[in-house]
């Protein structure tokens, strides 16, 4: 596709209920990462993938953050049990390859999370 | 553990002057990556710049360029003839290949732009 997409743009949750969160990468790209972004903060990392397999999950801040990436393109960024820490703007970003380090990261335009 | 400072969080300037944004960071790693990000209220992320640590010299993109003083741990960026498109978030960004996959962010600087 054109760009990353992210799916939906615009969430609002009950606390307590679980949220899907979706990210379409630009095609071809292996590296796949989620940032949770704060209000007025920059973005942190919660997780990478490269192709299927999730190389690093060092930044999800609780066991009920999971994300996935099956085959190795679309990705799915869920939250269990939502709590109101956990609203904020999650961004998804993919980029080439990873063993180029300075490899361009694309971001989507984020999926803006609120829990009541 | 690395971190990036922003200490500027809101800055301004006069259409068609330069401004400078300001980033500092904190690392003891001598091979590592910089960014600068423009973030509009749309939110999606563009990159500015990038700059390897060991080149020496800085890079330049069109209007924008950076001045990267690795003995400081400073990486500011400079936008010549600023434009009304040029208001956003910007964001600075750390990346060390050996340390981890994730980019450590600073907390931003909004930039206006005053016609």
């Known amino acids: 596709g054109a760009g990353v997409s992210q799916s939906p743009r615009y969430k609002v949750a009950k606390r307590g209920q679980d949220v899907a969160l979706r990210c379409d990468p630009i095609?071809?790209?292996?590296?796949l990462f989620w940032y949770q972004q704060a209000l007025g903060q920059g973005p942190e990392f919660l997780t990478y993938?490269?192709?299927?397999?999730?190389?690093?999950k060092s930044g999800l801040p609780s066991d009920r953050f999971f994300a996935e990436r099956p085959e190795g393109s679309v990705s799915t960024l869920k939250i269990q049990r939502t709590q109101q820490e956990d609203s904020a703007v999650y961004l998804c970003?993919?980029?080439?390859?990873?063993?180029?380090?300075?490899?361009?990261?694309?971001f989507g335009p984020g999926t803006r999370l609120t829990v009541l | 553990a690395q971190t990036v400072t922003q200490s500027q969080p809101e800055m301004s300037v006069q259409e068609a002057e330069t401004v400078t944004l300001s980033c500092t960071y904190d690392?003891?790693?001598?091979?590592?990556?910089l960014f600068w990000y423009k973030q509009p209220p749309s939110r999606q992320m563009i990159l500015v710049i990038r700059?390897?640590?060991?080149?020496?010299q800085n890079a330049t993109e069109n209007r924008f360029s950076v001045n990267f003083q690795k003995a400081a741990k400073s990486f500011s960026l400079k936008i010549s003839d600023s434009q009304l498109g040029d208001a956003a978030m910007y964001f600075c960004?750390?990346?060390?290949?050996?340390?981890?996959?994730?980019?450590?962010f600073g907390t931003g600087t909004s930039l206006t732009v005053i016609p």
């Open positions: 690392t003891s790693e001598s091979d590592y990556y």
């Open positions: 993938f490269q192709n299927e397999a999730q190389l690093d």
């Open positions: 970003a993919s980029s080439l390859v990873f063993s180029y380090s300075a490899d361009t990261q694309y």
């Open positions: 700059q390897e640590a060991y080149k020496q």
């Open positions: 095609s071809g790209h292996v590296s």
């Open positions: 960004a750390y990346r060390n290949p050996n340390t981890g996959n994730q980019f450590y």
